[in-house]
């Protein structure tokens, strides 16, 4: 017998009605009954079942390569909880399916072993040097002694997207914040190790991460990537323990700022905007108002819909895994998504993740569209800047 991990309720309570399947991005682009949530579970269902009568009978029942793959062909998006009739909680879910596989040994697959590796190695999944962690802090914002909020960029943009990095820390300087950075001892937090099954590093990663925030006094933390906030708030106290500090998402803590008044807008911005959720940030943490509301207070800015939003967002394709292992898939699904911003004829997309921005833009690049892709601290940075002496 395979020991199972704790899922027999959920592989008991599926009614294998299918209703996941047409809102399963990755199925769309590989489209298999055995890679559907429905076929996934199908098979695990085999496998928790499976007795010697099996084994007599020459019944292959396994966690062989095929199911392994179609396990991490997911990009964790969890749209199939939204329709789900039994309410399986499958953000949660496939985590511990990879999780389970893992420790089998079967997972993870190749690239998801090099991020560990690099995360385990230089406290980034892109194998970046530690010492230019901050390589992007703008030289005009101080970096103070005693900060009010730490800002927590992120890997990604740390080393690939810095402009989203520089564009918060300008913003959040400019409504007279005093702010620090961890700077070299900003390490990752473990997200994309998480997502994709590998639970080993989170302890030590989140025992540093809140250790570093509460030495240097500050009273909260303000991260610009869902991935960071999600994981900050929901996983650290799962694997280390909660932080002693509020956290909050860039969007969240401007949205306080422009209620506040600190925030003040120097420039208009006349642009038709949609607004994309990041999977991290509003279905699998709630926040979907407080992105929305900075996106409307910005004086200029026409705020339209895409069909799909909030709890029934499209994914980005880039997450849990999916973009370090089928990244020709993950971008077919962000230009889907970008056709969706496009029949709404949106001058912009704007999100809250670099991730998601990254993969979105790439979406965009493949369909020759001219929409432009934008995080929404880039957006602030454009409103607030200084008025000319």
Known sequence: MVKMPEIKRDLLACLQCGYCIRVCDTWAQTPWES?????????????????????????????????????????????????????????????????????????????????????????????????????????????????????????????????????????????????????????????PALRTGMTDLTYGFAEHTITETERRGAKAMVTTCAGCYKTTMKDFGRYYSNPTFEVNHFSQYVQKLIKEKKLKFTKEIKAKITYHDPCHLGRHAGVFEPPREVLKAIPGVELVEMPRNRMGSRCCGAGGGYKSAFNDFAVNIAAERVKEALDTGADIIASSCPFCVLNLDQGAKKLGATIKVKDISELLLEATEPAEK
Request: hydrophobic share 40%; aromatic share 10%.
């Open 35 to 191: 890679v559907t949530p429905r076929g996934k579970i199908f098979y695990l269902n085999q496998i928790m079942k499976r007795s010697p009568v099996d084994t007599l009978l020459g019944r292959k029942v396994e966690v062989d390569e095929e199911f392994v793959k179609a396990v991490y062909m997911c990009t964790g998006c969890a749209a199939c909880w939204t329709v789900c009739h039994v309410s399986i909680e499958f953000a949660e879910f496939w985590e511990k399916v990879r999780e389970w596989l893992v420790d089998q040994g079967a997972g993870p697959l190749p690239p998801h072993t090099k991020l560990h590796d690099r995360i385990r190695d230089v406290r980034n999944p892109y194998g970046e040097p530690t010492e230019k962690r901050v390589a992007w802090f703008p030289s005009e914002v101080p970096r103070s002694p005693r900060p009010d909020v730490i800002f927590f960029a992120g890997c990604t943009a740390s080393y690939r997207v810095q402009n989203i990095a520089r564009a918060g820390v300008i913003v959040l300087y400019r409504a007279d914040v005093k702010l620090d950075v961890l700077g070299e001892d900003e390490w990752c937090c473990t997200s």
